[in-house]
């Protein structure tokens, strides 16, 4: 009888621990309520545009590179050069001493390699993709393309040689080294002249604003590659690409950074609120800067009459009575209405480009040369022609006139004065204790700490 | 004594009374003034009772009366036979209506019997008795005076020869007051009862039997029963008992004897000395094994805690793989808060962002509601908590309610708390000195923006900004009233309470909890089916300053400008006070921070108790947290010249978290001969869901709207979302088996699904063995070792899992981001890893428990030795794959081994003075077995194989360079450079830590002192900045460098880039690791309890005042504001309290 009962109660307790334990459905989770499955991405076309959207809202955002807040290259490649002043005494990028540990060196890092990340896994993604339009398929890899040569064009420009990374695999990307910056430039070009060949010619993928890349984004910027590279012939041939493209025309000084002006290029488009830069270059009138101002020796070199000086620049006084200069190209702080777009690439600098290719290839002076196009630049900011005819002299005049009118800007004057060897010579009576090494950012220490083939690879000079 | 006199008052006056008591209970016709004694003295009635049977039987046995009987009948009611002996004897006879409704008839011949006699025959196979009083014999039911005898088993009563009789008593404590709820039990049987509220109880006994009295608390008393019928037992309260203490384990209980595994407990007495909010700060010094650093004295922050060391490599962030499993009345409860940590919106809007970790998630549990905490340690007692287990697991027990009058409990108490030590910084003069040598020194001349030497500040003004800003007093207020009691059937506990802590910063903040709890426990007459419920519910509101002020404290210059403008306003000093980390500290009351966190844990069981030792039981369990922040950034937070740019912001965060746990278990309990055999099986359902949210919006059109979304600008609402749902779902068991109270064997298992794996990854086993011999018991053993009263071996081995890593870590997603140009854009959301698994921890202890002088020195010894392999890692990764980290298992291990002692000594142990001490002692060490492959992975300047896990790597500082004067390090590979090549690694954490409580009793007073102590290395005082920045420095830097030839230990005062990367090296350097070991006074609490006469007249129970202080003395060499929280946090306050308790 006993016996019994505890049979049965020995059965009962198999079967509940039976029932119970291997409930494999009980552990089952949907997938959470704020993410899709990679897989669910490349099923359709608004989808993967939303994948390329989500590269351009990182890219814009306030704490990337590119977002023109206080930690973009717009302002710390700033300071790096002859750009600003700074107000702060402990600030490493003014006084050029970086440290590899430093936080936005990391960003700068960083923030690139993410967009490329995010660049490679929709190439790796369209592979696979199913119901996505041809034409979908085609404008998602050239921007992506695009995505990828620009991101690694100021990844060589700010560190030099940089591990070149194609692919997702995060063991492979992992243990990288650092890629030749030839190399790297090689494949910026191949990527380009692939995004060139896939890209619309007009403005339709951003609802005709002009936001997102098209194939004269991408020759823009292969303009400015060839430039770097030293290849003059084939940097003249894009920029003249763009520069006789109707869509674009040298607008007013005073309108240039509105947005969608006939000048931009590619901006990054805004809906909340108006540009970083606004906000970070704002001017306290009455107080010495909040953060930066303008290097005076660098506004010093200004014709008065030029309008640039005039409406890109506000000069304000502290209390003590120091004049301080302000960039004052993206006027407007407030949140709306939304009227300026931060511009990324924008006619202006294609003529100038333009120029020094010309220049470098000997067409000096006259009809369709590299004067001329200085003279369209100056000619706009209400100044007379120059008066260089040497190529020497053409030179200098395009390095000024680049900073006349690319101040502030994506750190287009620390990038000049590298390219053309031009730092040491300018910086170094600026800035004291300045080495010549100081031309590229130390890697980061957490890529060295956590990349063991990376160990050894610090820039020289940095430790 | 004052004992005896609560007694004998009483007692005196029963013995004039007794005769209008007894009718309360068997006249038929109650005079009339027995009512008015009724409604008044109910209570002395029912005492009186009790007396009235022990002075009636004491009377009867002493054969006093005589009389006798001559009746003879055949079948004749008893009525009639008691007729007879009225008429004869001319006795009366009373007896309640209706009991004579089930008698049978009377068949007798008696011719002059005595009376008694007479009676015992006719009443022979009644269910009747009878007692004798005066000329009166009361006639009365068997066994039903006063609280009925629960009796199992009666059949299985041994026979005896002679009848079984009522034995009726009194159980008090040495002082007198009646202990309710105690057990009463026939050695040998399952017959026994409870005493009631009086602390009365009755029960049928055989003489020659033993009555076992039990009283957690209390030493067990046995007594033989002879030939008395009424006892007045007093327990002694157990002190020399220890290893009888109940431990909790969980899903089952045993005691500290029979304990085959490593528990610590910690009761409601320790917890109550303490004035804090958060009972993980009563566990500090008081629980081997158990490390607890608190790393900020802001109210309401959080603890780092760690039970026996850190076992996943995993430590740091919110996925953090060391935390404890907090269990609350049988609920699985949040490890970590929902503001801070977990949450990466929240976190940067929140002054408890790190080192805070956020608000403590236990701040929602009042202390004084809790009863017990047991911290689980082995595998033997976490193996049952399988995944869970891994790194311990701390239950808590909130108070129940009690058999007994309804009781009504309270306590207040108020204090102040300031902050201990203020470090010695230079003075404006000293100050400016510094700062010019500095410029010299680095060939450079005041820029615009150095306004502390340039003129735009009042070089002669000083302020002692520690004062201003940390030197205020913050204030404490708790206040506590609970209500309790019940009878056998049914206990209820319920009541609030009340805390306050302001802060030492200037202004209005506070951290406030008001907490409900409630509780009630029913069983059915027969107790077979149980019922408990307990809710505990709690609101805490928090307005904390936006950031804790400390470090502005140690680094603002001293002749930095006043707070205030001639208006009254914050005085931004011309646009010269306004750029961080130089900016008016008020700045920061321009950003109120509100959190407002509800926590309900609600908790039901049902048991029923099938007989033959099966008892069925469920627990259901619900616990919800809701955390709802607001940011405001007003205007004003920016001086006027900047407004324009920096609209209102406002930050919303919401957070809430709700768990259910379903919990079936069977157990099953057998006695066997000298064996006893306990098996319990059960499974666990269990979901979580926890959601964030937060919106910023900003450009709010006044300051008054800023609670309002709606009066934002509407294009300036960002929103972020984060939600998950864990669910859990697991099967074990316990087999316990005890052979003669010698050799003890519990085994447990467990078998885990977690959703946080992938598919086929989802289950894992986990098992354990805890063996235990009390050898103490063997007589070989007492006859070697006379001085030995107890002697235990135990020892136990087993498997743990560690399933602490982020939600859907498995799966390949993309997430929604912000918008670009009003379209939404998607990010792919991590890297994923479909094949990572379970990390497994593996748990060896080996135990000695002792002992001496009938148990009055109890020492436990124990050794642990714990890996865990299969490390489950948000991997760091270098930034070129686009993240940061993976989840991932690597093929590391991790050891934890190390050495606890326990001792108790109870010193004195007199009725006017006790004395007991405890110290503990905790030798942690934690190594990195192995990690195959370490150097190539990103772990390899982390962790050192060989090494402790708590190891930093750090530059071989080699003193200051004889021409500049600045520090240095090594430069080890001797190749021109430093770099991390020259880094080794150093210890950084605790050698070893422990606490020595006394206390002492003497008549009223109470005396509790807890010292602290923890020898360990952490970081050094790093100052702000660099000696000669702009920024403070503590007057030791006075002693710098400052020519060659010098011979200082700190460096040149500058502001180089040579200087910068010299402090840089310092700062990353051996120096910058310290001896920051300390002894604490931790606690100290004296407490009188007001004499017992005075309560008497007020009709309260007792009154006790007590004096409280936290944190009071702290001996250390460490030159910093704290050693505990280290770096530039506020440290923990000292605080000082005073207070009443009262039971009515």
């Given at each position: 009888?006993?016996?019994?009962?505890?049979?049965?109660?020995?059965?009962?307790?198999?079967?509940?621990?039976?029932?119970?334990?291997?409930?494999?459905?009980?552990?089952?989770?949907?997938?959470?309520?704020?993410?899709?499955?990679?897989?669910?991405?490349?099923?359709?076309?608004?989808?993967?545009?939303?994948?390329?959207?989500?590269?351009?809202?990182?890219?814009?955002?306030?704490?990337?590179?590119?977002?023109?807040?206080?930690?973009?290259?717009?302002?710390?490649?700033?300071?790096?050069?002859?750009?600003?002043l700074s107000a702060s005494t402990n600030d490493a990028f003014y006084s050029n001493t970086i440290l590899p540990n430093d936080y936005h060196v990391l960003t700068f890092w960083s923030t690139p390699y993410q967009d490329i990340y995010r660049a490679n896994a929709i190439l790796e993604g369209l592979l696979t993709a199913k119901g996505v339009s041809t034409a979908m398929l085609k404008q998602a890899e050239g921007?992506?393309?695009?995505?990828?040569?620009?991101?690694?064009?100021?990844?060589?420009?700010?560190?030099?040689?940089?591990?070149?990374?194609?692919?997702?695999?995060?063991?492979?990307?992992?243990?990288?080294?650092?890629?030749?910056?030839?190399?790297?430039?090689?494949?910026?070009?191949?990527?380009?002249?692939?995004?060139?060949?896939?890209?619309?010619?007009?403005?339709?993928?951003?609802?005709?604003?002009?936001?997102?890349?098209?194939?004269?984004?991408?020759?823009?910027?292969?303009?400015?590659?060839?430039?770097?590279?030293?290849?003059?012939?084939?940097?003249?041939?894009?920029?003249?690409?763009?520069?006789?493209?109707?869509?674009?025309?040298?607008?007013?000084?005073?309108?240039?950074?509105?947005?969608?002006?006939?000048?931009?290029?590619?901006?990054?488009?805004?809906?909340?609120?108006?540009?970083?830069?606004?906000?970070?270059?704002?001017?306290?009138?009455?107080?010495?800067?909040?953060?930066?101002?303008?290097?005076?020796?660098?506004?010093?070199?200004?014709?008065?009459?030029?309008?640039?000086?005039?409406?890109?620049?506000?000069?304000?006084?502290?209390?003590?009575?120091?004049?301080?200069?302000?960039?004052?190209?993206?006027?407007?702080?407030?949140?709306?209405?939304?009227?300026?777009?931060?511009?990324?690439?924008?006619?202006?600098?294609?003529?100038?480009?333009?120029?020094?290719?010309?220049?470098?290839?000997?067409?000096?002076?006259?009809?369709?040369?590299?004067?001329?196009?200085?003279?369209?630049?100056?000619a706009r900011a209400g100044l007379p022609g120059i008066t260089a005819t040497t190529k020497g002299e053409l030179l200098l005049a395009v390095e000024n006139e680049r900073y006349f009118e690319l101040f502030s800007e994506w750190a287009h004057r620390w990038f000049d004065l590298k390219r053309t060897g031009r730092a040491t010579a300018l910086l170094s009576p600026l800035k004291p204790g300045w080495q010549s090494?100081?031309?590229?950012?130390?890697?980061?220490?957490?890529?060295?700490?956590?990349?063991?083939?990376?160990?050894?690879?610090?820039?020289?000079?940095?430790? | 004594?004052?004992?005896?006199?609560?007694?004998?008052?009483?007692?005196?006056?029963?013995?004039?009374?007794?005769?209008?008591?007894?009718?309360?209970?068997?006249?038929?016709?109650?005079?009339?003034?027995?009512?008015?004694?009724?409604?008044?003295?109910?209570?002395?009635?029912?005492?009186?009772?009790?007396?009235?049977?022990?002075?009636?039987?004491?009377?009867?046995?002493?054969?006093?009366?005589?009389?006798?009987?001559?009746?003879?009948?055949?079948?004749?009611?008893?009525?009639?036979?008691?007729?007879?002996?009225?008429?004869?004897?001319?006795?009366?006879?009373?007896?309640?209506?209706?009991?004579?409704?089930?008698?049978?008839?009377?068949?007798?011949?008696?011719?002059?019997?005595?009376?008694?006699?007479?009676?015992?025959?006719?009443?022979?196979?009644?269910?009747?008795?009878?007692?004798?009083?005066?000329?009166?014999?009361?006639?009365?039911?068997?066994?039903?005076?006063?609280?009925?005898?629960?009796?199992?088993?009666?059949?299985?009563?041994?026979?005896?020869?002679?009848p079984a009789k009522e034995v009726t008593g009194t159980i008090t404590n040495t002082n007198g007051l009646p202990l309710s709820g105690a057990s009463i039990k026939l050695r040998g049987t399952s017959t026994g009862t409870a005493s009631d509220a009086e602390g009365k109880f009755s029960i049928l006994v055989t003489p020659g039997q033993i009555l076992v009295i039990s009283y957690i608390g209390y030493q067990d008393?046995?007594?033989?029963?002879?030939?008395?019928?009424?006892?007045?037992?007093?327990?002694?309260?157990?002190?020399?008992?220890?290893?009888?203490?109940?431990?909790?384990?969980?899903?089952?209980?045993?005691?500290?004897?029979?304990?085959?595994?490593?528990?610590?407990?910690?009761?409601?007495?320790?917890?109550?000395?303490?004035?804090?909010?958060?009972?993980?700060?009563?566990?500090?010094?008081?629980?081997?094994?158990?490390?607890?650093?608190?790393?900020?004295?802001?109210?309401?922050?959080?603890?780092?805690?760690?039970?026996?060391?850190?076992?996943?490599?995993?430590?740091?962030?919110?996925?953090?793989?060391?935390?404890?499993?907090?269990?609350?009345?049988?609920?699985?409860?949040?490890?970590?808060?929902?503001?801070?940590?977990?949450?990466?919106?929240?976190?940067?809007?929140?002054?408890?962002?790190?080192?805070?970790?956020?608000?403590?998630?236990?701040?929602?549990?009042?202390?004084?509601?809790?009863?017990?905490?047991?911290?689980?340690?082995?595998?033997?007692?976490?193996?049952?908590?399988?995944?869970?287990?891994?790194?311990?697991?701390?239950?808590?027990?909130?108070?129940?309610?009690?058999?007994?009058?309804?009781?009504?409990?309270?306590?207040?108490?108020?204090?102040?708390?300031?902050?201990?030590?203020?470090?010695?910084?230079?003075?404006?003069?000293?100050?400016?000195?510094?700062?010019?040598?500095?410029?010299?020194?680095?060939?450079?001349?005041?820029?615009?923006?150095?306004?502390?030497?340039?003129?735009?500040?009042?070089?002669?003004?000083?302020?002692?900004?520690?004062?201003?800003?940390?030197?205020?007093?913050?204030?404490?207020?708790?206040?506590?009233?609970?209500?309790?009691?019940?009878?056998?059937?049914?206990?209820?506990?319920?009541?609030?309470?009340?805390?306050?802590?302001?802060?030492?910063?200037?202004?209005?903040?506070?951290?406030?909890?008001?907490?409900?709890?409630?509780?009630?426990?029913?069983?059915?007459?027969?107790?077979?089916?149980?019922?408990?419920?307990?809710?505990?519910?709690?609101?805490?509101?928090?307005?904390?300053?936006?950031?804790?002020?400390?470090?502005?404290?140690?680094?603002?210059?001293?002749?930095?400008?006043?707070?205030?403008?001639?208006?009254?306003?914050?005085?931004?000093?011309?646009?010269?006070?306004?750029?961080?980390?130089?900016?008016?500290?008020?700045?920061?009351?321009?950003?109120?921070?509100?959190?407002?966190?509800?926590?309900?844990?609600?908790?039901?069981?049902?048991?029923?108790?099938?007989?033959?030792?099966?008892?069925?039981?469920?627990?259901?369990?619900?616990?919800?947290?809701?955390?709802?922040?607001?940011?405001?950034?007003?205007?004003?937070?920016?001086?006027?010249?900047?407004?324009?740019?920096?609209?209102?912001?406002?930050?919303?965060?919401?957070?809430?978290?709700?768990?259910?746990?379903?919990?079936?278990?069977?157990?099953?309990?057998?006695?066997?001969?000298?064996?006893?055999?306990?098996?319990?099986?059960?499974?666990?359902?269990?979901?979580?869901?926890?959601?964030?949210?937060?919106?910023?919006?900003?450009?709010?059109?006044?300051?008054?709207?800023?609670?309002?979304?709606?009066?934002?600008?509407?294009?300036?609402?960002?929103?972020?979302?984060?939600?998950?749902?864990?669910?859990?779902?697991?099967?074990?068991?316990?087999?316990?088996?005890?052979?003669?109270?010698?050799?003890?064997?519990?085994?447990?298992?467990?078998?885990?699904?977690?959703?946080?794996?992938?598919?086929?990854?989802?289950?894992?086993?986990?098992?354990?063995?805890?063996?235990?011999?009390?050898?103490?018991?063997?007589?070989?053993?007492?006859?070697?070792?006379?001085?030995?009263?107890?002697?235990?071996?135990?020892?136990?081995?087993?498997?743990?899992?560690?399933?602490?890593?982020?939600?859907?870590?498995?799966?390949?997603?993309?997430?929604?981001?912000?918008?670009?140009?009003?379209?939404?854009?998607?990010?792919?959301?991590?890297?994923?890893?479909?094949?990572?698994?379970?990390?497994?921890?593996?748990?060896?202890?080996?135990?000695?428990?002792?002992?001496?002088?009938?148990?009055?020195?109890?020492?436990?010894?124990?050794?642990?030795?714990?890996?865990?392999?299969?490390?489950?890692?948000?991997?760091?990764?270098?930034?070129?794959?686009?993240?940061?980290?993976?989840?991932?298992?690597?093929?590391?291990?991790?050891?934890?081994?190390?050495?606890?002692?326990?001792?108790?000594?109870?010193?004195?142990?007199?009725?006017?003075?006790?004395?007991?001490?405890?110290?503990?002692?905790?030798?942690?060490?934690?190594?990195?077995?192995?990690?195959?492959?370490?150097?190539?992975?990103?772990?390899?300047?982390?962790?050192?194989?060989?090494?402790?896990?708590?190891?930093?790597?750090?530059?071989?500082?080699?003193?200051?360079?004889?021409?500049?004067?600045?520090?240095?390090?090594?430069?080890?590979?001797?190749?021109?450079?430093?770099?991390?090549?020259?880094?080794?690694?150093?210890?950084?954490?605790?050698?070893?830590?422990?606490?020595?409580?006394?206390?002492?009793?003497?008549?009223?007073?109470?005396?509790?002192?807890?010292?602290?102590?923890?020898?360990?290395?952490?970081?050094?005082?790093?100052?702000?900045?660099?000696?000669?920045?702009?920024?403070?420095?503590?007057?030791?830097?006075?002693?710098?460098?400052?020519?060659?030839?010098?011979?200082?230990?700190?460096?040149?005062?500058?502001?180089?880039?040579?200087?910068?990367?010299?402090?840089?090296?310092?700062?990353?350097?051996?120096?910058?690791?310290?001896?920051?070991?300390?002894?604490?006074?931790?606690?100290?609490?004296?407490?009188?309890?007001?004499?017992?006469?005075?309560?008497?007249?007020?009709?309260?129970?007792?009154?006790?005042?007590?004096?409280?202080?936290?944190?009071?003395?702290?001996?250390?060499?460490?030159?910093?504001?704290?050693?505990?929280?280290?770096?530039?946090?506020?440290?923990?306050?000292?605080?000082?309290?005073?207070?009443?308790?009262?039971?009515?």
């Amino acid at each position: 009888m006993k016996l019994k009962n505890n049979n049965t109660i020995y059965w009962a307790l198999i079967l509940m621990i039976a029932g119970f334990s291997s409930c494999k459905k009980f552990v089952q989770t949907d997938l959470p309520k704020t993410q899709l499955t990679q897989a669910t991405v490349f099923t359709g076309d608004a989808l993967v545009n939303g994948a390329l959207n989500g590269i351009y809202s990182n890219m814009e955002s306030y704490s990337s590179y590119g977002g023109g807040d206080v930690t973009s290259l717009t302002y710390l490649g700033g300071e790096s050069s002859d750009d600003f002043l700074s107000a702060s005494t402990n600030d490493a990028f003014y006084s050029n001493t970086i440290l590899p540990n430093d936080y936005h060196v990391l960003t700068f890092w960083s923030t690139p390699y993410q967009d490329i990340y995010r660049a490679n896994a929709i190439l790796e993604g369209l592979l696979t993709a199913k119901g996505v339009s041809t034409a979908m398929l085609k404008q998602a890899e050239g921007e992506a393309k695009f995505v990828r040569a620009f991101s690694y064009f100021y990844l060589v420009n700010m560190f030099g040689d940089v591990p070149l990374i194609t692919v997702t695999d995060y063991k492979q990307n992992a243990a990288v080294v650092r890629t030749p910056q030839a190399q790297v430039y090689k494949q910026i070009v191949t990527d380009l002249l692939d995004a060139q060949s896939l890209l619309g010619t007009t403005y339709a993928t951003g609802n005709g604003e002009r936001v997102r890349p098209n194939k004269w984004v991408a020759t823009a910027l292969l303009a400015r590659v060839y430039l770097y590279t030293g290849d003059w012939a084939n940097a003249e041939t894009q920029a003249t690409a763009v520069i006789g493209n109707s869509l674009y025309k040298l607008s007013p000084i005073a309108g240039a950074f509105l947005k969608n002006s006939t000048e931009t290029i590619w901006a990054f488009g805004r809906t909340s609120g108006n540009t970083n830069e606004a906000y970070v270059f704002g001017a306290t009138p009455g107080a010495s800067p909040f953060l930066l101002s303008l290097q005076p020796s660098s506004v010093a070199r200004f014709d008065p009459a030029d309008q640039r000086l005039a409406k890109w620049i506000l000069t304000t006084q502290d209390f003590t009575g120091t004049t301080y200069y302000y960039p004052y190209k993206y006027q407007n702080q407030r949140l709306t209405p939304v009227t300026e777009y931060s511009i990324v690439l924008r006619l202006g600098e294609q003529y100038l480009i333009r120029a020094e290719a010309r220049t470098q290839q000997g067409t000096l002076t006259g009809a369709g040369s590299a004067a001329a196009d200085i003279d369209t630049i100056r000619a706009r900011a209400g100044l007379p022609g120059i008066t260089a005819t040497t190529k020497g002299e053409l030179l200098l005049a395009v390095e000024n006139e680049r900073y006349f009118e690319l101040f502030s800007e994506w750190a287009h004057r620390w990038f000049d004065l590298k390219r053309t060897g031009r730092a040491t010579a300018l910086l170094s009576p600026l800035k004291p204790g300045w080495q010549s090494f100081k031309q590229l950012y130390p890697i980061p220490q957490s890529q060295i700490d956590n990349d063991p083939a990376m160990a050894g690879q610090q820039n020289p000079g940095y430790h | 004594m004052k004992t005896g006199g609560d007694w004998t008052r009483p007692r005196l006056m029963f013995g004039y009374q007794h005769n209008d008591n007894r009718l309360t209970c068997y006249s038929l016709h109650p005079p009339k003034h027995c009512k008015c004694m009724h409604s008044t003295k109910t209570k002395l009635v029912m005492r009186a009772t009790i007396f009235l049977i022990i002075v009636a039987s004491l009377k009867v046995s002493a054969g006093t009366y005589a009389q006798t009987v001559t009746y003879s009948g055949k079948n004749v009611p008893l009525k009639e036979a008691f007729a007879a002996i009225k008429k004869q004897t001319g006795f009366v006879l009373l007896y309640k209506g209706n009991i004579l409704k089930d008698t049978r008839p009377v068949t007798i011949a008696a011719s002059n019997q005595p009376l008694e006699t007479f009676l015992k025959e006719i009443l022979k196979d009644q269910p009747l008795d009878y007692t004798i009083q005066n000329q009166t014999i009361f006639i009365f039911q068997k066994k039903t005076v006063a609280p009925p005898v629960v009796t199992t088993a009666p059949d299985r009563q041994p026979a005896a020869e002679e009848p079984a009789k009522e034995v009726t008593g009194t159980i008090t404590n040495t002082n007198g007051l009646p202990l309710s709820g105690a057990s009463i039990k026939l050695r040998g049987t399952s017959t026994g009862t409870a005493s009631d509220a009086e602390g009365k109880f009755s029960i049928l006994v055989t003489p020659g039997q033993i009555l076992v009295i039990s009283y957690i608390g209390y030493q067990d008393r046995a007594i033989k029963i002879g030939k008395e019928t009424s006892l007045n037992i007093q327990l002694l309260v157990k002190e020399t008992a220890l290893n009888e203490v109940v431990i909790n384990k969980g899903y089952y209980s045993t005691s500290q004897r029979m304990n085959t595994g490593s528990v610590s407990k910690v009761t409601s007495e320790d917890i109550g000395q303490e004035p804090i909010m958060n009972a993980l700060q009563a566990l500090q010094g008081r629980v081997t094994g158990l490390q607890i650093t608190q790393s900020s004295g802001l109210p309401g922050s959080n603890y780092t805690v760690q039970i026996r060391g850190q076992n996943s490599l995993r430590n740091l962030g919110p996925d953090a793989g060391n935390y404890p499993l907090y269990v609350v009345d049988g609920v699985p409860y949040i490890s970590l808060a929902l503001n801070g940590a977990p949450g990466p919106y929240l976190a940067s809007n929140s002054p408890y962002a790190p080192p805070g970790m956020g608000l403590s998630p236990l701040n929602s549990i009042n202390p004084a509601d809790i009863e017990s905490i047991e911290v689980l340690k082995d595998a033997d007692a976490t193996s049952i908590y399988g995944s869970r287990g891994a790194n311990g697991v701390i239950l808590i027990t909130t108070k129940k309610g009690k058999v007994g009058k309804m009781t009504i409990d309270g306590k207040v108490y108020r204090g102040a708390q300031k902050v201990p030590r203020k470090i010695d910084l230079l003075n404006t003069q000293q100050y400016l000195a510094m700062r010019h040598e500095a410029l010299k020194n680095s060939g450079a001349t005041p820029l615009a923006s150095d306004y502390d030497i340039n003129g735009a500040w009042d070089s002669t003004r000083y302020t002692d900004w520690q004062k201003v800003l940390i030197g205020g007093t913050a204030h404490i207020t708790d206040a506590n009233l609970n209500i309790y009691g019940g009878t056998s059937n049914v206990q209820y506990r319920f009541g609030g309470g009340y805390h306050r802590e302001t802060t030492v910063f200037p202004g209005d903040y506070a951290d406030q909890r008001a907490s409900t709890q409630f509780s009630l426990n029913a069983s059915s007459p027969n107790q077979r089916f149980k019922t408990s419920v307990t809710i505990n519910y709690s609101f805490e509101k928090n307005n904390m300053i936006f950031s804790d002020l400390t470090a502005m404290a140690l680094g603002l210059p001293p002749d930095a400008p006043a707070l205030y403008d001639s208006t009254g306003g914050i005085n931004w000093q011309k646009n010269t006070f306004i750029n961080a980390p130089n900016v008016n500290p008020l700045q920061r009351t321009q950003r109120p921070y509100q959190n407002h966190t509800n926590n309900l844990i609600g908790n039901a069981v049902f048991s029923y108790d099938f007989g033959a030792g099966f008892v069925l039981k469920t627990n259901f369990g619900y616990s919800t947290t809701a955390t709802k922040e607001l940011t405001k950034r007003y205007a004003t937070y920016f001086p006027p010249s900047q407004q324009a740019t920096f609209p209102p912001q406002s930050n919303f965060g919401n957070g809430s978290s709700n768990t259910w746990i379903v919990e079936p278990q069977l157990s099953w309990h057998r006695q066997m001969g000298k064996g006893n055999l306990n098996i319990l099986v059960g499974s666990t359902f269990q979901r979580q869901e926890s959601e964030q949210t937060l919106i910023n919006a900003s450009g709010f059109l006044s300051q008054a709207l800023m609670d309002d979304i709606q009066a934002a600008t509407q294009s300036s609402i960002n929103t972020a979302y984060n939600g998950f749902t864990y669910k859990y779902n697991a099967g074990f068991g316990r087999m316990s088996y005890e052979w003669d109270r010698k050799y003890l064997l519990n085994l447990t298992a467990r078998r885990d699904g977690s959703s946080r794996f992938g598919p086929d990854r989802q289950f894992a086993n986990f098992a354990s063995a805890g063996l235990g011999w009390i050898f103490s018991e063997e007589s070989f053993v007492q006859k070697a070792l006379p001085f030995l009263s107890f002697g235990k071996l135990r020892g136990s081995y087993g498997s743990t899992g560690n399933d602490h890593i982020p939600n859907y870590g498995f799966l390949n997603t993309y997430a929604v981001t912000s918008n670009y140009v009003g379209n939404p854009g998607l990010i792919p959301f991590q890297l994923y890893n479909p094949d990572f698994g379970w990390e497994v921890n593996k748990k060896l202890e080996g135990a000695l428990e002792l002992g001496f002088l009938k148990d009055r020195l109890m020492l436990t010894a124990s050794y642990y030795h714990n890996r865990s392999s299969n490390q489950l890692v948000g991997y760091v990764l270098p930034p070129t794959t686009g993240f940061t980290s993976i989840t991932a298992n690597l093929p590391a291990l991790v050891q934890n081994t190390g050495v606890e002692i326990e001792l108790h000594s109870t010193n004195i142990n007199t009725k006017a003075l006790t004395w007991n001490s405890t110290f503990t002692l905790t030798i942690p060490r934690t190594k990195l077995v192995s990690y195959p492959n370490l150097a190539n992975s990103s772990y390899a300047y982390t962790y050192e194989v060989g090494k402790p896990l708590n190891i930093s790597r750090v530059y071989h500082y080699a003193g200051l360079d004889s021409t500049k004067g600045l520090y240095t390090v090594q430069d080890v590979d001797k190749n021109g450079f430093i770099t991390y090549l020259d880094q080794h690694s150093t210890f950084k954490g605790q050698y070893f830590y422990g606490g020595l409580q006394n206390s002492l009793r003497y008549k009223g007073f109470q005396l509790d002192v807890l010292f602290q102590f923890v020898k360990q290395h952490g970081s050094g005082f790093v100052e702000n900045s660099n000696p000669g920045g702009v920024c403070n420095q503590p007057v030791s830097v006075l002693g710098r460098w400052q020519q060659p030839g010098d011979n200082k230990s700190v460096q040149a005062f500058g502001n180089s880039y040579d200087a910068l990367v010299g402090y840089f090296y310092y700062t990353a350097s051996d120096a910058a690791v310290v001896d920051a070991s300390y002894i604490r006074l931790k606690n100290l609490s004296l407490t009188y309890q007001l004499p017992q006469s005075w309560m008497k007249k007020a009709k309260i129970q007792s009154t006790s005042i007590f004096l409280q202080g936290q944190n009071l003395l702290t001996f250390t060499g460490y030159k910093g504001l704290d050693p505990e929280s280290q770096g530039l946090s506020l440290p923990p306050l000292r605080t000082i309290t005073a207070g009443l308790q009262f039971i009515l």
